[in-house]
């Protein structure tokens, strides 16, 4: 890595499994005290647990960022108990695919409250902390990364609505680019192909089956590849920006 964060904060949602948890593993180990964001504390202590083992320091904060209270108050405990906050990885999020015909729109709204609502309310609860930190930071820089996927550059029959909240992420993230770039705030979106992870637990059986034999002769990437990505964007050097990083298996096509 170009730069560490020693003396830096992040803070990652989703942090419970998957690239969440990889994420804050990887940040802890470039320097940064990880507040580790999501539904299932008892992972995020055995992650936590973990950090600190290797010697880094990890705050564990069980919350549903997809409610807006509970989301400011991550974000708020975050920088009450580690001082600072420097980096954000909006990671949460859900992928419930299946045809638009006949859904069960409970899945839409889900899909909808976490990847879209609670990405919203960590970003605005984070940004005047990221604004400081830029301006007074040991590395006078911010970075706020947003998780997309594939799905939010193409869509495709069968997941309509997950195109459309990873669509939504996209042009969020180059909106508010956009608005803070001039003050240090670098805002990235990182967009992973075919992962190994629980994404796909959460299908309908007959869903699950579908994505499994679309994808099934590809070699899935793991969730240190997305990681190690991430943790790229945000050791650059100050005067270097990146914007937007799609990684794929080398083996998807699509």
Same mark, same amino acid.
């Given at each position: 890595?170009?730069?560490?964060?020693?003396?830096?904060?992040?803070?990652?949602?989703?942090?419970?499994?998957?690239?969440?948890?990889?994420?804050?593993l990887e940040l802890a180990r470039q320097g940064?005290?990880?507040?580790?964001?999501?539904?299932?504390?008892?992972?995020?202590?055995?992650?936590?647990?973990?950090?600190?083992?290797?010697?880094?320091?990890?705050?564990?904060?069980?919350?549903?960022?997809?409610?807006?209270?509970?989301?400011?108050?991550?974000?708020?405990?975050?920088?009450?108990?580690?001082?600072?906050?420097?980096?954000?990885?909006?990671?949460?999020? #859900?992928?419930?695919?299946?045809?638009?015909?006949?859904? @069960?729109?409970?899945?839409?709204?889900?899909?909808?409250?976490?990847?879209?609502?609670?990405?919203?309310?960590?970003?605005?609860?984070?940004? @005047?902390?990221?604004?400081?930190?830029?301006?007074?930071?040991?590395?006078? #820089?911010?970075?706020?990364?947003?998780?997309?996927s594939v799905a939010g550059r193409r869509a495709?029959?069968?997941?309509?609505?997950?195109?459309?909240?990873?669509?939504?992420?996209?042009?969020?993230?180059?909106?508010?680019?956009?608005? #803070?770039?001039?003050?240090?705030?670098? #805002?990235?979106?990182?967009?992973?192909?075919?992962?190994?992870?629980?994404?796909?637990?959460?299908?309908?059986?007959?869903?699950?089956?579908?994505?499994?034999?679309?994808?099934?002769?590809?070699?899935?990437?793991?969730?240190?590849?997305?990681?190690?990505?991430?943790?790229?964007?945000?050791?650059?050097?100050?005067?270097v920006a990146v914007n937007e990083l799609l990684?794929?298996?080398?083996?998807?096509?699509?």
């Amino acid at each position: 890595m170009a730069e560490t964060l020693t003396g830096t904060v992040a803070l990652v949602t989703g942090a419970s499994s998957g690239i969440g948890e990889a994420t804050g593993l990887e940040l802890a180990r470039q320097g940064a005290a990880v507040a580790l964001v999501a539904r299932r504390g008892d992972r995020l202590a055995d992650l936590a647990a973990k950090i600190e083992a290797e010697g880094g320091r990890a705050l564990a904060v069980t919350a549903d960022i997809s409610d807006q209270r509970q989301a400011i108050d991550a974000v708020e405990r975050t920088v009450a108990e580690l001082g600072r906050l420097d980096t954000v990885v909006n990671n949460a999020g #859900v992928m419930l695919l299946g045809p638009i015909l006949d859904a @069960p729109t409970e899945e839409w709204d889900r899909m909808i409250s976490i990847n879209l609502q609670g990405l919203l309310y960590v970003s605005h609860a984070a940004l @005047p902390h990221l604004v400081t930190a830029a301006e007074s930071g040991p590395r006078q #820089v911010a970075d706020l990364v947003n998780i997309s996927s594939v799905a939010g550059r193409r869509a495709n029959t069968g997941s309509g609505v997950y195109n459309l909240t990873k669509f939504g992420v996209g042009a969020f993230t180059e909106s508010l680019r956009q608005e #803070v770039t001039e003050r240090h705030v670098r #805002v990235s979106v990182v967009e992973p192909g075919a992962v190994t992870t629980e994404l796909t637990d959460h299908l309908r059986p007959e869903i699950r089956a579908f994505a499994q034999q679309t994808l099934g002769q590809v070699e899935n990437l793991i969730a240190e590849d997305i990681a190690d990505g991430i943790a790229y964007i945000v050791t650059r050097p100050r005067r270097v920006a990146v914007n937007e990083l799609l990684i794929r298996p080398t083996e998807q096509t699509r």
